[in-house]
């Protein structure tokens, strides 16, 4: 910008307050995040695609032909980490991490939704380095008989030639993330804006095996006893050769997304904590305050709190959902 006077009056002319509303409204797509690849179990296909999409990108000096992919759908189950990948590419690139979930924007904005798409990319570039996450892009679907609300295809029109204009300023970064559970849904002329599709599947044992350890021990909470133990049914046992693997080997087998093995872990490090602390909601008619420096006895996990949580929680999604991810895959995905 130009040369400006400190604190900034208003531009004559009016039309300022609403550029201010605007302003906030864009603020708030705005999310903080300390997410790292650390945090993420498995996924080492995607991390990779993505972290060559952000270097690329990143680099200044390359041929014209060379150019960076700065459109990438990711399509998946839910729960399997859509939303925690953009959270590390924005977190590792310290960029401005714009979080959009397209089916709240349209119900919520719905006259200014097509004006708001317009400020969120502009303000995305003045912002630069950023990261655009588009969640939901899939209910900007046309219906099969052609027909489409008024608001939404609105919408539809100013997202594409956003999209087709982002590579303008070559000195800003904007990587526009889509993500969609329902690829199936997709409007065409979305899908092909975004050539690369990257399919976020259920986690294998490998991953499996990490996103515990990551919602467990990572946090500071151990496991303790024969890796069996942890196992419903010893024919399971294998490649159980710890307690988080032997739990891994039957979350996969229900097909348990990553959020459901969050929940999994989660109820397994409370268990504990109840079958150590069985006094602690007494605590509270005592004296709250004095529960600050109240010493929480927290021990290891032990296979009985493993086998109450898994009593507690099931997998989220029907098998027969988990292969149409498979097939559209095979149809549209991209294949490195
Ligand atoms: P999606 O966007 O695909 O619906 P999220 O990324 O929001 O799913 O994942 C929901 C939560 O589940 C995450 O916040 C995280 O706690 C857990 N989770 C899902 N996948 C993973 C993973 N691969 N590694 C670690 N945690 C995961």
Not at 216 to 237: E, N
Not at 279 to 293: E, F, T
Request: with cysteine; aromatic share 6%.
């Amino acid at each position: 910008g130009g040369p400006s006077a400190g604190g900034g009056g208003p531009p004559p002319g009016g039309g300022d307050e609403d550029g201010e509303e605007m302003r906030a409204q864009m603020e708030s797509f705005i999310s903080e995040t300390s997410t790292t690849w650390a945090d993420i179990g498995g996924l080492d296909d995607v991390q990779h695609d993505l972290k060559r999409a952000v270097a690329l990108g990143s680099v200044a000096n390359k041929p014209e032909a060379v150019s960076a992919t700065e459109r990438i759908l990711l399509f998946g189950p839910p729960g399997t980490g859509k939303t925690l990948l953009a959270s590390a590419v924005a977190g590792s690139l310290d960029a401005t991490f714009f979080k959009v979930e397209l089916g709240n924007l349209l119900s919520k904005w719905y006259g200014e939704s097509s004006k708001q798409i317009s400020a969120l990319f502009e303000t995305a570039a003045e912002l630069s380095p950023s990261v655009v996450f588009l969640d939901e892009v899939d209910s900007l679907a046309q219906s099969r008989d052609g027909d489409m609300n008024e608001t939404s295809r609105r919408v539809l029109d100013t997202l594409l030639s956003e999209l087709d204009g982002v590579e303008k300023g070559s000195d800003d970064f904007v990587l526009t993330l889509a993500a969609t559970n329902t690829p199936w849904h997709l409007d065409n002329a979305i899908k092909s804006r975004f050539p690369k599709r990257i399919h976020v599947p259920l986690p294998d044992v490998d991953a499996a095996t990490e996103i515990v350890r990551i919602h467990t021990v990572h946090g500071g909470v151990d496991f303790d006893g024969h890796p069996s133990a942890f196992l419903d049914d010893p024919q399971r046992a294998r490649d159980a050769d710890t307690p988080e693997r032997a739990i891994a080997r039957r979350c996969v087998d229900d097909g348990y997304t990553g959020r459901d093995m969050e929940a999994l872990s989660s109820a397994a490090v409370n268990n504990m904590i109840a079958r150590r602390n069985p006094d602690l909601a007494h605590l509270v008619d005592d004296s709250v305050k004095r529960l600050r420096s109240h010493a929480l006895d927290v021990g290891a996990i032990l296979p009985q709190d493993v086998t109450h949580a898994f009593a507690t929680t099931s997998p989220s999604l029907p098998e027969e959902d988990v292969a149409r991810f498979y097939d559209w895959n095979d149809e549209y995905g991209s294949h490195t």
